[in-house]
């Protein structure tokens, strides 16, 4: 987390011998006596480097994400380089859809206020500490509930008057989108649709 530009980070680790998936000692099948690590954001060679400072001897690097291998060389000792393994999450696009019932209280550019809104929720930018669940945004390996999508919506539409949600599908449905350990949800206003009736 120190690297500049890192906004994720998790470390997996399986610190067994056994690359075989247990539920409490290694619940993602990682291989023997490993790490996995999934970073967003920062320079891969940046990254690379942090985690080669770290690690220590024994441990292997798995990549369970969209893998990343950079060779570092030690500013202290050039004749000792490593090749680091790592990964960047798999992103899974939210695609938002909401349909909002005007009380005759929105402005022109309520749309566009909303889709702000859930983008910033999604990652963690919403401005209001007190906006509801989630203020942090959403984690590697953090499950999107469905509902939790509304509470954006509701702000904007809240600072006007009484509109109200009438629709909304989250990736093409009502239910909440399980998102893998290696995974982490995306949030692009191109990917959110608001019709306001």
Same mark, same amino acid.
């Given at each position: 987390?120190? +690297?500049?530009?890192?906004?994720?980070?998790?470390?997996?680790?399986?610190?067994? *011998?056994?690359?075989?998936?247990?539920?409490?000692?290694? #619940?993602?099948?990682?291989?023997?006596?490993?790490?996995? @690590? /999934? /970073?967003?954001?920062?320079? &891969?060679?940046? +990254?690379? =480097?942090?985690?080669?400072?770290?690690? $220590?001897?024994?441990?292997?690097?798995?990549?369970?994400?969209? #893998? $990343? *291998?950079?060779?570092?060389? %030690?500013?202290?000792?050039?004749? &000792? *380089? =490593?090749?680091?393994?790592?990964?960047?999450?798999?992103?899974?696009?939210?695609? @938002?859809?909401?349909? +909002?019932?005007?009380?005759?209280?929105? #402005?022109?550019?309520?749309?566009?206020?909303?889709?702000?809104?859930?983008?910033?929720?999604?990652?963690?930018?919403?401005?209001?500490? &007190?906006?509801?669940?989630?203020?942090?945004?959403?984690?590697?390996?953090?499950? +999107?509930?469905?509902?939790?999508?509304?509470?954006? $919506? &509701? =702000?904007?539409?809240?600072?006007?008057?009484?509109?109200?949600?009438?629709?909304?599908?989250?990736?093409?449905? %009502?239910?909440?989108? @399980?998102?893998?350990?290696?995974?982490?949800?995306?949030?692009?206003?191109?990917?959110?649709?608001?019709? @306001?009736?």
């Amino acid at each position: 987390f120190g +690297v500049p530009g890192v906004s994720r980070c998790v470390v997996y680790e399986n610190d067994t *011998s056994s690359a075989a998936i247990d539920p409490t000692d290694n #619940p993602h099948g990682l291989p023997a006596n490993s790490l996995a @690590i /999934v /970073v967003e954001g920062g320079a &891969n060679t940046d +990254v690379a =480097k942090a985690i080669f400072t770290k690690k $220590v001897p024994g441990s292997k690097l798995a990549q369970v994400g969209t #893998p $990343v *291998s950079v060779t570092v060389t %030690s500013d202290l000792y050039p004749s &000792n *380089s =490593k090749l680091i393994r790592f990964s960047r999450p798999i992103y899974v696009d939210m695609i @938002i859809n909401v349909t +909002v019932k005007d009380d005759g209280t929105l #402005p022109t550019d309520a749309a566009d206020q909303i889709k702000e809104a859930v983008v910033e929720f999604g990652r963690g930018q919403l401005v209001e500490a &007190n906006c509801g669940f989630k203020q942090t945004g959403y984690d590697i390996g953090d499950d +999107v509930p469905y509902f939790s999508v509304s509470v954006p $919506v &509701n =702000k904007v539409i809240g600072a006007y008057g009484n509109s109200s949600i009438t629709g909304l599908t989250v990736n093409g449905g %009502s239910s909440d989108v @399980i998102i893998e350990y290696n995974q982490l949800s995306r949030w692009t206003t191109a990917n959110v649709t608001v019709v @306001i009736v």
